[in-house]
């Protein structure tokens, strides 16, 4: 987002004309900065309740305070009235009022805007926020952010699939908007894939909570090995046996005794590829282990272990004519 978008939003906001699109960049300019909103609101609204004075040049006031930010040099702007009496005091004062909490906004946003990192199609995309904490993106997925993470918790929202490595502040909670969940955190390491109209939390290291933002009290904490899953208004909460939740991050696929219906929704999660299995799949078990491997190696060595065909279509793969034998190798 460019220095000048947020002013121009935030007068849409407060007339009333934002799009629905927009109306995201505004809510997380005000959950970063609710002081400034707050303050900003308030002298929009006793502006509202003066009379507006023609005689005050507001215009040259502005460029006045415009050219001041761009030269980094405080100064004091004095609005001059030209005619009129005593009365038009109040307009005044309010226009100044105005005038330099725009000029705040404004400069406030030239050193803390809002950043907006996607992956595009490549997996493992990282990115290093201003505490230290590290975010791994996977495909296809957008991380948002105030650049310095100001305020008393560090906020971020995530669209996607990304495993977060947050650095620990207990005084500055790391809270993720994430969907229709939120996930906070002091210091730990977890996956978080908002995927398939649900919200999925892994936790590798350290305490987190998964709540709901729609219904109120909805949460659950997390502990290493937990998943937590968040889907219509409804929370469960499993353990993870493997590793395979950060294979798109690792590389490493591990698979002991895996069913093959199983072990195709997590091929299909590691290389973003539709699988679809034919008849007989409920049969299959894998054990087998694949490092730093294409899609394309994984499946050649898995029609020699199943004795099955694979076609790839141009939105799908499609394995058929199974013939399992269980594998051991690792």
């Known amino acids: 987002?460019?220095?000048?978008d947020i002013n121009s939003l935030l007068a849409r906001h407060f007339n009333g004309e934002l799009l629905p699109e927009q109306k995201i960049?505004?809510?997380?300019?005000?959950?970063s900065n609710p002081a400034e909103y707050g303050r900003l609101k308030s002298l929009i609204e006793k502006a509202e309740q003066t009379v507006y004075n023609p005689d005050c040049d507001l215009e040259d006031a502005w460029q006045q305070v415009d050219a001041q930010i761009k030269a980094k040099q405080p100064q004091t702007v004095k609005l001059v009235k030209k005619t009129g009496q005593r009365t038009w005091w109040m307009s005044i004062a309010a226009s100044l009022f105005l005038v330099t909490s725009f000029a705040l906004i404004y400069y406030s946003s030239y050193y803390n805007p809002l950043i907006t990192v996607s992956s595009g199609n490549f997996a493992n995309k990282q990115v290093t926020l201003a505490d230290g904490s590290l975010v791994t993106l996977n495909a296809n997925s957008t991380l948002k952010y105030f650049k310095l993470l100001s305020g008393d918790k560090r906020q971020v929202r995530l669209e996607g699939e990304a495993f977060f490595e947050v650095t620990k502040n207990p005084a500055r909670p790391f809270v993720i908007e994430a969907g229709k969940g939120q996930v906070r955190v002091l210091g730990t390491s977890f996956n978080v894939n908002t995927n398939q109209a649900q919200v999925e939390v892994t936790v590798r290291t350290g305490k987190v909570q998964l709540s709901s933002t729609d219904k109120r009290g909805l949460?659950?904490?997390?502990?290493p090995g937990n998943r937590g899953t968040l889907h219509n208004d409804q929370l469960q909460k499993d353990t993870v046996l493997s590793?395979?939740?950060?294979?798109?991050?690792?590389?490493?696929?591990?698979?002991?005794?895996?069913?093959?219906?199983?072990?195709v929704k997590v091929l299909e999660n590691t290389y973003h590829r539709k699988i679809i299995l034919d008849n007989n799949a409920t049969s299959?078990?894998?054990?087998?282990?694949?490092?730093n491997q294409t899609l394309e190696s994984v499946?050649?060595?898995?029609?020699?272990?199943l004795k099955f065909n694979y076609e790839v279509k141009k939105d799908y793969i499609l394995i058929h004519n199974l013939a399992c034998e269980n594998d051991n190798r690792e």
């Open 1 to 4: 987002m460019q220095n000048q």
């Open 25 to 31: 960049a505004v809510e997380e300019w005000i959950k």
């Open 243 to 263: 590793g395979n939740e950060y294979a798109w991050k690792t590389g490493i696929l591990v698979f002991r005794k895996e069913r093959l219906a199983s072990l």
């Open 219 to 223: 949460a659950v904490t997390l502990l």
């Open 284 to 291: 299959c078990a894998v054990t087998a282990t694949f490092k």
């Open 299 to 305: 499946l050649e060595e898995l029609k020699l272990i």
